[in-house]
């Protein structure tokens, strides 16, 4: 019972344009999301977050967008480059997490930025 | 250190065997998380510490799982009589203790069962 997920393995997108990457999510207690980059052979890191109470936020060129009646959220990255092809996840937490700490992962997307 | 380090980064052990993965987190960090990762999957969440005792262990698959965190910095996962279904990269993460902040993650240790 996947409460997160990612429904594109792979994303491509030419250096320059936006990457809009996808996230669902089924478990409406969940209050707080995040986006988390991975390369390879290290841990996630962390990239941006949003609380349930607002709808968007943005961090340079990243903003991530909540849509709580659908359940949805998105990560938009622009302009890409290079250097943001990784793998993303999205992840969850919220009370019915049992701690309220505990993050529930998608599977993840692989953004490759073409140059 | 600057961040959270995973020793070892490789461990290849033999089915059967007991392993043990070791995390230190980011100085002055209280909470703990340990995460296991299977290939083409997202961090599952296993057991996650505030200060020593563990706040919530609702992830750890069986009781050949077990984690621990004596004085309230640095933790160990232990693996008691390793399986194949065990080789995955287990991750560990620390984050400062307030609510709603992001956990800052190690690079993981990939264990390998043969």
């Known amino acids: 019972d996947q409460q997160v997920k990612q429904n594109s393995p792979s994303l491509s997108v030419q250096e320059g344009r936006i990457s809009i990457l996808n996230c669902d999510y089924t478990?409406?207690?969940?209050?707080?999301f995040l986006w988390y980059k991975k390369y390879p052979a290290e841990g996630p890191t962390f990239l941006i977050s949003?609380?349930?109470?607002?709808d968007k936020n943005e961090d340079g060129r990243f903003t991530v967008f909540l849509n709580k009646s659908a359940k949805h959220l998105s990560l938009h990255i622009v302009p890409s480059q290079p250097g943001d092809s990784a793998v993303y996840f999205c992840?969850?937490?919220?009370?019915?997490?049992?701690?309220?700490?505990?993050?529930?992962f998608g599977s993840g997307t692989q953004l490759t930025v073409l140059p | 250190g600057a961040g959270v380090s995973q020793t070892p980064s490789n461990k290849v052990t033999e089915k059967g065997k007991y392993v043990e993965l070791r995390c230190d987190p980011i100085?002055?960090?209280?909470?703990l998380y340990w995460y296991r990762q299977s290939l083409g999957q997202g961090p599952e969440f296993l057991i996650y510490?505030?200060?020593?005792?563990?706040?919530?262990d609702s992830g750890l698959p069986n009781d050949r799982f077990f984690a621990v965190r004596p004085e309230g910095s640095v933790s160990t996962l232990k693996i008691q009589r390793t399986e194949r279904g065990d080789s995955a990269v287990y991750l560990c993460?620390?984050?400062?203790?307030?609510?709603?902040?992001?956990?800052?993650f190690g690079q993981g240790t990939r264990l390998t069962v043969v």
């Open positions: 993460a620390s984050s400062p203790g307030r609510s709603n902040t992001e956990a800052f």
């Open positions: 478990n409406s207690m969940f209050d707080y």
């Open positions: 949003i609380s349930s109470i607002k």
């Open positions: 992840a969850a937490s919220g009370i019915s997490s049992g701690s309220a700490r505990q993050l529930t």
């Open positions: 100085s002055g960090h209280t909470a």
């Open positions: 510490f505030q200060g020593t005792g563990a706040a919530d």
